[in-house]
């Protein structure tokens, strides 16, 4: 018995001691701050406050929607623009060169 608490047995009691104690100990318990209670005037205005930003939202959403249509409107016309540019560009060469053989 008398082997059992010491050199390493020493060591043993103590680390189990502490490892008890640790485990019986109460943590702290954070204390969380109660928010106040709103008063029905600061709830109104709050709702109104989320209303407009939920109205100022819906407003944005639809202009970036008319934006993209009119981008891809825009972007037809200009594929249409470059389709005409390339055929009159075609045309005209056609011309000129018809002429050149009709001068010679």
């Not at 008398?2 to 189990?16: D, H, M, S, Y």
């Not at 318990?29 to 709050?46: C, F, K, T």
């Not at 989320?50 to 594929?79: F, P, T, Y």
Request: hydrophobic letters at 35%; a positive charge; charged letters at 30%.
């Amino acid at each position: 018995m008398q082997k059992i608490f010491t050199g390493r047995g020493n060591v043993t009691v103590i680390l189990i001691s502490l490892l008890a104690s640790a485990c019986a100990s109460e943590r702290p318990v954070a204390v969380m701050p109660i928010a106040p209670a709103l008063s029905g005037d600061q709830m109104l205005r709050e709702s109104e406050g989320i209303a407009h930003l939920s109205n100022r939202w819906k407003s944005g959403k639809q202009l970036a929607e008319k934006g993209n249509l009119m981008v891809r409107e825009g972007q037809g016309k200009v594929d249409e623009g470059n389709r005409l540019i390339d055929e009159g560009t075609k045309i005209m060469r056609e011309s000129e060169e018809s002429y050149k053989n009709i001068k010679k």
